[in-house]
């Protein structure tokens, strides 16, 4: 008997399919005797278990008559066809019109974490690993566990974790908000996808800086929101390119331009509030890194400015602890409360009760203050590594964005095509050193080649040896300029 196995899984499996195809094809007509377990082990030079097991397979599904052991004989194909469980290849169904948005957004993202082999990964997005930070958690963890709630956490969000972000946000960021104000969700991204349901009809339109966070851009198109940018300058986001009318949404980051790096200046973020309140739409200011300030005091959030209750503001742990964690809140206006606590329900009936008691222990006991300035010291160590080293390698060539806050620089590259950056970028992973386009982060064109370079997760001495191969890529692919001629900041 001819059978060819396709190597997939289980050797039980394989066969299973490859009987099954050739009873399906008429190979095997119905009603024959199949080889005896031992003969077709034999045959086939696989264990008596594994055809056993493939022959109870086939009689469960109702391809096979008869006892095993004692014979077994191929049913008709008809009676087969009627107790085939799942079909192989599933139908076209019809989806909504979502499905079909949401596939072609998402066939578009470049993989995450694309470099996870190279020796020095500039990848924005990498955490900041601190054992000190994975310990003191492990603790909260297992002390919030031992006195955990078994039942439906409140959608909301846990009141004991909700008092910590109001009180955490009064004193760091500059908002007077109450625990009702305040909803916890799970990261950022799922604030975004949130206001989209809660607030865009589809072909809605939704303002973006440009450039801007790629996470809020894909939930937007996915649901169908009519996608706009305005750009931005030292100013952060020019409010005067905002469209004249039709807008529902504007998502800024005023504290630190994702990615350029600007802060908003005091009369752009009112003119901001004052065209939300003529046009009667809603700011998401997304606080993504705002804790992480190192040469200038900390700014308050726009929301402690606003006055007419059109800011949801958004803040993530990913930053402040580590993306894995999966927590974030949103201090909602009064009118928007409701309906977003309803979404949440309807989502996912809350965050994991656990994890947010752990951080609202981690938080009242001082630990994540603790945290946030033991990783506010180190990644300013890292940040001067990384400007030193720019300096140094790469001094002529690159033009560095201002920007005082985060985990990340703009390395701006004047005079270079987006051919060289290309090269740039390919010579350099051939070298074990990963670097990131800007373009990915505008809605078209970038105006110019520029990197995104990500500094939390390198220690200062490979921050150093990787700045050291970005300046030997510079020089071999001969865009490296003499120092002087364009100046990193
Ligand atoms: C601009 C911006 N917003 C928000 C986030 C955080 O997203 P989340 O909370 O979904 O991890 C990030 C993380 O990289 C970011 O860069």
């Not at 993202?109 to 997005?125: A, H, T, V």
């Not at 959608?155 to 946000?169: E, F, I, K, M, S």
């Amino acid at each position: 008997m001819y059978l060819e196995l396709d190597g997939n899984g289980p050797l039980y499996a394989q066969l299973t399919r490859a009987l099954k195809a050739a009873i399906l094809a008429g190979r095997v007509a119905a009603g024959s005797r199949l080889p005896a377990t031992r003969v077709l082990a034999r045959e086939m030079e696989l264990s008596r278990n594994t055809v056993l097991a493939a022959y109870e397979q086939l009689h469960a599904e109702g391809f096979l008559l008869g006892k095993v052991g004692s014979g077994s004989y191929v049913a008709s194909i008809e009676a087969a066809r009627a107790t085939r469980p799942v079909a192989r290849v599933a139908p076209a169904t019809p989806v909504a019109r979502y499905a079909k948005r949401a596939r072609e957004v998402f066939d578009r993202i470049i993989p995450g974490r694309q470099y996870k082999g190279l020796r020095f990964n500039l990848q924005y997005g990498l955490p900041l690993t601190n054992p000190a930070l994975t310990s003191a958690w492990r603790r909260s963890l297992a002390q919030a566990s031992a006195h955990a709630e078994l039942d439906y956490p409140d959608p909301q969000g846990l009141l004991a974790l909700r008092t910590q972000v109001c009180d955490y946000l009064a004193r760091r960021r500059g908002i007077v908000a109450a625990p009702e104000d305040v909803l916890i969700v799970s990261g950022t991204q799922q604030a975004f996808f949130l206001a989209a349901t809660v607030i865009i009809e589809p072909g809605e339109s939704v303002v973006l800086e440009d450039p801007h966070y790629r996470g809020a851009r894909q939930v937007f198109q996915a649901h169908g929101a009519k996608v706009e940018v305005a750009g931005v300058d030292g100013d952060g986001l020019i409010t005067d390119a905002l469209p004249a009318r039709g807008t529902r949404l504007v998502v800024v980051t005023p504290s630190h331009q994702f990615p350029a790096g600007a802060v908003m200046s005091l009369a752009r973020r009112l003119e901001l509030l004052d065209y939300a309140a003529r046009q009667r739409c809603w700011i998401m200011e997304d606080d993504y890194d705002g804790e992480f300030r190192y040469d200038a005091h900390p700014l308050a959030a726009m929301q402690s400015l606003d006055r007419h209750g059109r800011v949801i503001y958004i803040g993530s742990f990913s930053k402040t602890l580590f993306p894995s964690l999966r927590l974030g809140y949103m201090v909602l206006p009064p009118g928007l409360r409701q309906a977003f606590v309803a979404a949440k329900w309807f989502c996912d009936r809350g965050c994991p009760a656990i994890e947010q008691a752990a951080l609202a222990r981690f938080m009242g006991d001082g630990g994540f203050e603790r945290h946030l300035r033991d990783a506010a010291k180190t990644l300013k160590q890292r940040r001067n590594a990384m400007l030193a080293g720019l300096r140094r390698y790469a001094g002529g060539a690159v033009e560095v964005a201002d920007s005082h806050a985060g985990m990340h620089l703009v390395a701006w590259l004047p005079g270079v095509s987006r051919a060289q950056c290309e090269k740039l970028i390919t010579l350099a992973a051939e070298r074990g050193l990963g670097l990131y386009s800007i373009h990915p982060y505008f809605l078209g064109r970038a105006p110019r080649e520029g990197l995104l370079l990500g500094y939390a997760s390198l220690p200062p001495a490979d921050i150093e040896a990787a700045m050291r191969v970005f300046g030997a890529c510079l020089a071999d692919l001969g865009m490296a300029r003499r120092p002087g001629t364009a100046a990193a900041a």
